[in-house]
């Protein structure tokens, strides 16, 4: 991976988004729920005042509304800050 988030931000890769149809319809991107949860690809090196706890690898829950979307090479993730997830999952 050629992106390091700096501070206290990782970059995440969202797990992808449950297509749901019931009798044939089909769902548009657009209504479908984003996902919650997602992995960790890089993390920063923390602050000063915090030191960064997410490591590469760890799956994560985040809020709906967290962090930014940023698209590189074909596919699609998120850098928010090591403060917006809200659980490892173990």
Excluded: C, H, W
Excluded at 54 to 76: H, Q, R, S
């Amino acid at each position: 991976m050629n992106i390091k988030p700096l501070g206290d931000r990782v970059l995440i890769q969202p797990t992808a988004a449950e297509e749901v149809t019931m009798s044939g319809i089909i769902i548009p991107d657009s209504a479908k729920e984003k996902p919650l949860r997602g992995k960790v690809l890089a993390a920063g090196n923390g602050t000063k005042d915090e030191d960064m706890i997410l490591k590469e690898g760890d799956e994560v829950l985040y809020g709906k509304y967290a962090g930014t979307e940023i698209e590189f090479e074909g596919e699609k993730y998120l850098i928010m800050r090591q403060s917006d997830v809200l659980a490892v999952i173990a």
